[in-house]
């Protein structure tokens, strides 16, 4: 199937990244991760072939515009019927630094008068950065690792959790200009799994890019 042969394909690219090095990312890096990173992505197809998992939509869009301090994202997950009642509601600062870039991860302050805000033409407008809070420990740090392929991940045991008693939490991510392969997992104080897919990532496959309406 198409999409157990993909997860190899960025599996390897990962690798090759990882083994031969990348200079620091320049500024145009930045602008083309997070294009990639916005629009809206199902995760229908996997769901369909493997009941393991979920229809997830996953919808990520540009807020606060006019700074300069990164590419700030506004990020809602939800299941494909659920689509009014969002799991997750996330904000993401998108920076560059160290030979890679960061996202690094704000929770909302009353997070459900913002659902749906991927719609509206300026999201979060009435909401000040310095009124979110910051998830420390848990930023993805990703490289352009191939042609076409960005992929990072959290780092260690950094990330705190006390979901279904997990103690902390892990994020592998690889990006695409068409997809994005995520594998979030909890697990608890003898490093064993309670939360999260156990045989790989969840496929989003986007089906609207940045700037098409809803």
Known sequence: MMIRNTLPLLVTLLLHGMATGQSAPAQNDLSVLTG?????????????????????????????????????????????ERQDKPY?????????????????????????????????????????PDSLIARGGCS?????????????????HECPSDLRGATYATSEVSITDSMMVSWDRGFDRKDKQVWGATGGGYVFKKIRPSGDPP
Do not use: C
């Open 36 to 80: 990639w990173m916005t629009g809206s992505f199902s995760s229908r197809e996997q769901s369909e072939n493997d009941t393991n998992y979920f229809d997830i939509r996953l919808h990520m869009t540009r807020v606060w515009q006019d700074r300069t301090d990164g590419y700030w994202l506004y990020v809602e997950q939800a299941t494909a």
């Open 140 to 156: 993805i740090f990703l490289k352009r690792t191939g042609a076409g392929v960005f992929s990072g991940s959290t780092v260690g």
């Open 88 to 128: 997750r509601q996330r904000v993401y600062r998108v920076t560059a630094g160290n030979g890679g870039m960061e996202s690094a991860v704000f929770l909302l302050p009353d997070p459900l008068r913002f659902v749906g805000a991927w719609r509206n033409p300026r999201p979060l407008a009435g909401l000040a």
